[in-house]
């Protein structure tokens, strides 16, 4: 039986929900706050928003004012009135400034204009999540490293080995496996990967997700087209396996 090992937990990684229907945005946010070691979900429109708050229960929200189906405002007032205390930083269109004040009365935390600098966005969410909740006044915790098999991740610094010897990985990968590890035990559809590290919606018969689990198994498996980590789970996604 594989050993996975963990020299750390992920029970204190900080999780952002980022809302957003801009695509290119939404995807250069994920990579981001990523990047600054959060846990990140996304969601395309407000309805998706409202069903991912509650489900993913985030320590931080980046919330778009203008959302398909519902906008973003009504999402922090909905949410609000629900009890919901999720600190919200709001992303508003320049000149919009009723936008910004009607944001702070429903609730928003903060709010940035577009168009904005990414580091600014970043310092901003650590205020507001340094005002909000006293666990996150100390340095972000140090990330978890674990190893299956001859396969060893650091997610701390972006790095995988297999006995030792790296192995190169673009950041999509990466992020990727990182996503597998952390649900390990338990079944991913495509649907759920696309959403939570592409960042947008699944398109019907999309291979994207399929493309990039068989380049990962040559990286990480001893027998690709035999696998032993990374399992196709028919008609329903993958599994990782430990």
Known sequence: MPHLAQTDTLTDVRKVLIVEDDMSLAIALREGFVTEGYDVSSAA???RALERARQVQ???MILDVMLPKISGLDVCRMLRSEGCDVPIIMLTARGLEIDKVLGLKLGADDYVTKPFSLLELLARAESVMRRRSPRFEAAPPKQSAFMFGPIKVDLARHEVKRNGMAIKMTSREFMLLRYFIENRGRVVTRDELLNDVWGYQ???FTRTVDTHVAKLRKKIEDDPHDPRYL????RLGYKFTA
């Open 58 to 60: 985030p320590d931080l």
């Open 231 to 234: 399992i196709t789970v028919h």
């Open 45 to 47: 429109d407000g309805v």
């Open 202 to 204: 699944a398109l019907p």
